[in-house]
Nanobody, 125 residues
């Protein structure tokens, strides 16, 4: 059974940093593209960042480029999202997702195979 468990969300002030973690189990982690998405008020998933199977390619939404960094540790089956210079508009639930894509790049839409339960990030002004 595949599980993705996010952690690290919380309440911070504008300009602060947070690091989200997503621990994966039940899958061959190094064969999966890992992505972070966040939820709109209409409950849709919006792409934030992704990292390919090896960690050699990363992808970012324009809204977070230069502020967020995605990294993965295949030895620990974990992907991280380092979020710096947080803004109130970053407030929402963040989800980790996994898509089976060995030896290739990532999709940037929400057609991922597995999803975590989400972690709330709240940025006060």
């Amino acid at each position: 059974q595949v599980q993705l468990v996010e952690s690290g969300g919380g309440l911070v002030q504008a300009g602060d940093s947070l690091r989200l973690s997503c621990a994966a189990s039940g899958l061959t982690f190094s064969s999966y593209c890992m992505g972070w998405f966040r939820q709109t008020p209409g409950k849709n998933y919006v792409f934030v960042a992704a990292i390919n199977w090896s960690g050699g390619r990363t992808y970012y939404a324009d809204s977070v480029k230069g502020r967020f960094t995605i990294i993965r540790d295949n030895a620990k089956n974990t992907v991280y999202l380092q979020m710096n210079s947080l803004k109130p508009e970053d407030t929402t639930v963040y989800y980790c997702a996994a898509e089976y894509r060995p030896l290739t790049g990532c999709n940037l839409d929400s057609s991922y195979d597995y999803w975590g339960q989400g972690t709330q990030v709240t940025v006060s002004s």
